[in-house]
């Protein structure tokens, strides 16, 4: 085998390293020879086209692609909910890691009985502000920003009843607390729970070895869960959720998506179970129902209330 050591850029949180170092021990059970680099922030890189030239959007994801882009890395690993659905140009999917626990989980202070009393929850997310809020009209919920460390830290410190956070993200780094709530009911945003790497397009040594650590199922649900989100999107942010589970036994998938307005007063929902055979497309028309029930007028509504 041609050697070449794989260098695997990541971010310096601790559930950034903690997804480098997993990826890292694949690599080195299949024989090859890895480095985990730490990248620094994109502040002091500087490059000479804009950034919307190479089509980077991502703010989580933005330093490692230009890493990446520079040549000083191979491969990055991310949270598969971080990734903007369009990649930089040059940078393409390399694998999808078989996905871990899906859910949102309310971490909250010892008194689980906050839901019919006014009570402050925190989240940075708008998909999860709006899910809740829907839920709870007569609840306040703040924002809250940081890696997973920063927010637990955050929610210890405050006066709010309770934050919301990914189950995974805790569970990978041991700091699932004892006080939590599986928020069964909410849908998790697109590809929540999964792992993507990614690298060159010309980099075929890395590529093929990165292939070896792809799951087909998770990179099918991921897929239609994104092209849900992509379709309905169209580069801006919104409160969307979107779920696929795949039967084994029946070889059907069943899709749950939602769009909500920020306030949560507004949702629009899908719930559809369809044969394997009709996962290509499966996300895309499922955001034109949404669209064509309501959706394209709340879409422009989002986008209206987000620009102020």
């Given at each position: 085998m041609a050697e070449k050591t794989i260098r695997i850029g990541t971010r310096d949180s601790e559930l950034a390293l903690w997804q480098a170092h997993t990826v890292q021990k694949k690599l080195n059970d299949l024989g090859y020879t890895t480095e985990i680099v730490a990248v620094k922030s994109t502040g002091d890189i500087i490059l000479d086209k804009p950034l919307y030239e190479l089509g980077i959007t991502g703010i989580f994801t933005k330093t490692l692609d230009i890493a990446m882009i520079n040549g000083d890395i191979d491969i990055a690993v991310h949270s598969m909910k971080d990734v903007p659905t369009a990649l930089p140009k040059g940078v393409v999917q390399a694998a999808v890691l078989e996905r871990a626990n899906v859910l949102d989980i309310l971490v909250h202070k010892g008194n689980p009985d906050f839901e019919n009393q006014p009570s402050t929850v925190a989240t940075g997310s708008l998909r999860r502000q709006a899910m809740w809020l829907n839920k709870y009209p007569h609840h306040t919920v703040v924002d809250l920003r940081g890696n997973v460390n920063t927010r637990m830290q955050k929610l210890q410190d405050s006066?709010?009843?309770?934050?919301?956070?990914?189950?995974?993200?805790?569970?990978?780094?041991?700091?699932?607390?004892?006080?939590?709530?599986?928020?069964?009911?909410?849908?998790?945003?697109?590809?929540?729970?999964?792992?993507?790497?990614?690298?060159?397009?010309?980099?075929?040594?890395?590529?093929?070895?990165?292939?070896?650590?792809?799951?087909?199922?998770?990179?099918?649900?991921?897929?239609?869960?994104?092209?849900?989100?992509?379709?309905?999107?169209?580069?801006?942010?919104?409160?969307?959720?979107?779920?696929?589970?795949?039967?084994?036994?029946?070889?059907?998938?069943?899709?749950?998506?939602?769009?909500?307005?920020?306030?949560?007063?507004?949702?629009?929902?899908?719930?559809?179970?369809?044969?394997?055979?009709?996962?290509?497309?499966?996300?895309?028309?499922?955001?034109?129902?949404?669209?064509?029930?309501?959706?394209?007028?709340?879409?422009?509504?989002?986008?209206?209330?987000?620009?102020?």
């Open positions: 006066d709010w009843n309770g934050a919301v956070f990914a189950a995974a993200g805790l569970e990978r780094i041991n700091l699932t607390p004892e006080n939590y709530i599986n928020l069964d009911w909410m849908i998790p945003a697109p590809a929540q729970g999964a792992m993507l790497v990614v690298a060159m397009e010309n980099d075929n040594y890395t590529l093929d070895a990165i292939s070896q650590l792809n799951h087909i199922e998770t990179e099918i649900c991921t897929y239609i869960e994104r092209q849900f989100l992509r379709t309905l999107e169209g580069g801006c942010t919104a409160p969307i959720g979107a779920l696929v589970r795949y039967d084994e036994e029946e070889d059907t998938l069943r899709f749950q998506g939602i769009l909500l307005s920020v306030d949560g007063k507004q949702k629009l929902e899908i719930d559809k179970t369809v044969a394997i055979e009709e996962w290509k497309k499966l996300g895309f028309y499922a955001a034109q129902e949404i669209l064509n029930s309501g959706g394209a007028e709340l879409m422009q509504t989002i986008k209206e209330s987000l620009k102020k």
